[in-house]
T-cell receptor
Framework: DAKTTQPPSMDCAEGRAANLPCNHSTISGNEYVYWYRQIHSQGPQYIIHGLKNNETNEMASLIITEDRKSSTLILPHATLRDTAVYYCIVRVVGGANNLFFGTGTRLTVIP | NAGVTQTPKFQVLKTGQSMTLQCAQDMNHEYMSWYRQDPGMGLRLIHYSVGAGITDQGEVPNGYNVSRSTTEDFPLRLLSAAPSQTSVYFC???????????????FGPGTRLLVL
């Protein structure tokens, strides 16, 4: 599985959009981009995933560049409850469902 | 559904003691896995299972044993605890449909283990 690079920390004002970048320049054609988050030492929580098209669900939007070497997770209206560590993971389709976590981005939403 | 449950929530062991961390899921997921998370770090995969009777090693398997006798349960055994195994342990599960294994994983609340 390809490795990812994320900034260690970011701040965002409450109510504003939080844009979390992820670099995955060595991603293969059969690897998906996944985003999970971990709130205060709880178990990680799935947010969204995509292959090459932009995706949106009730939690967030995922924007993947055309060359697929980077992506951005967008929380459209950040709240204090969105303060968490956000993990960007790339994983191959098929085989075991293993997720390889890095150290993620610690997002702090400021009142 | 209760989702993924883990017991105990907290545990203190002395070096050399053995124990089993329990993990159960009621979603009929084929795939289950164990991760550990050390302070300030991401999760690292210990062992995983793609179905009852099938287990395999992850990134950091040494010092841990697993078995999968039922779809619902996936216990993690520490045979002789060491201080280096002090960590938070997370269990996860997901569907696995053969080669189209892209389903999301559901994590339990974690077990915090301290080995003295």
């Amino acid at each position: 599985d390809a490795k990812t690079t994320q900034p260690p920390s970011m701040d965002c004002a409450e109510g504003r959009a939080a844009n979390l970048p992820c670099n995955h320049s060595t991603i293969s054609g059969n690897e998906y981009v996944y985003w999970y988050r971990q709130i205060h030492s709880q178990g990680p929580q799935y947010i969204i995933h995509g292959l090459k098209n932009n995706e949106t669900n009730e939690m967030a939007s995922l924007i993947i560049t055309e060359d697929r070497k980077s992506s951005t997770l967008i929380l459209p209206h950040a709240t204090l409850r969105d303060t968490a560590v956000y993990y960007c993971i790339v994983r191959v389709v098929g085989g075991a469902n293993n997720l390889f976590f890095g150290t993620g981005t610690r997002l702090t939403v400021i009142p | 559904n209760a989702g993924v449950t883990q017991t105990p929530k907290f545990q203190v062991l002395k070096t050399g003691q053995s124990m089993t961390l329990q993990c159960a899921q009621d979603m009929n997921h084929e795939y289950m896995s164990w991760y550990r998370q050390d302070p300030g770090m991401g999760l690292r995969l210990i062992h995983y299972s793609v179905g009852a009777g099938i287990t395999d090693q992850g990134e950091v398997p040494n010092g841990y044993n697993v078995s999968r006798s039922t779809t619902e349960d996936f216990p993690l055994r520490l045979l002789s605890a060491a201080p280096s195994q002090t960590s938070v342990y997370f269990c996860a599960s997901s569907y696995s449909r053969g080669r189209e294994a892209q389903e999301t994983q559901y994590f339990g609340p974690g077990t915090r283990l301290l080995v003295l």
